[in-house]
């Protein structure tokens, strides 16, 4: 049976702690990291390794997110109550419930049909409700367009164009770009159909966002 106990609840604050030592502000995403057990998303054995600011294994070669890295590329979304998102790259679920907990607009798509299966069992365990696919996110979800945010979980070789289509203007995307060894976040805002800003931000290292528009 899953527990949240007040152990795991210290164990949280001590993380936010941490992320607002290494910047993280905004105190809706520092809020949602405090709320998620992001210890639900670990195997039993692992359990301990939960609130350590680092990325884990979660199978299929394919990882959760280092805390840091979900608080800041959340921050980098200026996320609105009212906004729709897209993420990329489902994974193990956590990103996608610290989205939730401040929007309840939240499409998400994982490539992996095994981890997809498994984190359909996990949000209807945390009682979350995002409109979860199986697919080729490289591209977006054009079925759905357009998003005020799209967040990219995964490392891509070049910002895919649909992305940008798929963004309403005014919208954010955020995307780790580079090679294998280390990604550059971009953040990227829609100012119109055609004009676009773009902010290089930190490097980091993320598995390969794969398919048409990811790493062949
Ligand atoms: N957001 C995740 C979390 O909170 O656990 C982290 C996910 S992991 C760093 C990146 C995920 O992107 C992997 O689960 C991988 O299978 C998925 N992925 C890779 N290429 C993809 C694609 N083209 N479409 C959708 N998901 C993709």
């Given at each position: 049976?899953?527990?949240?106990?007040?152990?795991?609840?210290?164990?949280?604050?001590?993380?936010?702690?941490?992320?607002?030592?290494?910047?993280?502000?905004?105190?809706?995403?520092?809020?949602?990291?405090?709320?998620?057990?992001?210890?639900?998303?670990?195997?039993k054995a692992f359990l301990e390794h939960a609130y350590q600011d680092k990325a884990f294994p979660i199978g299929e070669g394919q990882t959760i997110s280092q805390p840091y890295t979900v608080a800041y590329q959340t921050e980098l979304l200026e996320l609105k109550p009212t906004d729709k998102v897209l993420e990329i790259g489902t994974g193990s679920g956590y990103q996608c419930c610290v989205l939730l907990e401040i929007t309840p607009n939240v499409y998400t798509i994982e490539y992996n049909q095994a981890l997809y299966n498994k984190v359909l069992k996990a949000f209807a365990d945390l009682g979350k409700k995002p409109f979860v696919f199986c697919g080729d996110g490289s591209e977006g979800m054009p079925a759905y367009a357009p998003y005020d945010k799209i967040i990219v979980t995964a490392g891509a070789p070049t910002v895919p164009r649909a992305l940008l289509t798929q963004l309403k203007p005014g919208g954010i995307l955020v995307i780790p770009v580079g090679n294998s060894n280390?990604?550059?976040?971009?953040?990227?805002?829609?100012?119109?159909?055609?004009?676009?800003?773009?902010e290089e931000l930190e490097d980091f290292k993320f598995v390969p966002l794969l398919g048409k528009s990811g790493w062949q």
């Open positions: 049976m899953f527990v949240d106990s007040y152990r795991h609840k210290g164990m949280r604050k001590a993380l936010v702690r941490q992320l607002r030592e290494k910047g993280i502000r905004d105190e809706n995403v520092l809020r949602a990291i405090e709320n998620i057990p992001r210890h639900y998303f670990f195997e280390s990604q550059k976040m971009l953040r990227i805002r829609k100012i119109s159909e055609t004009d676009f800003t773009k």
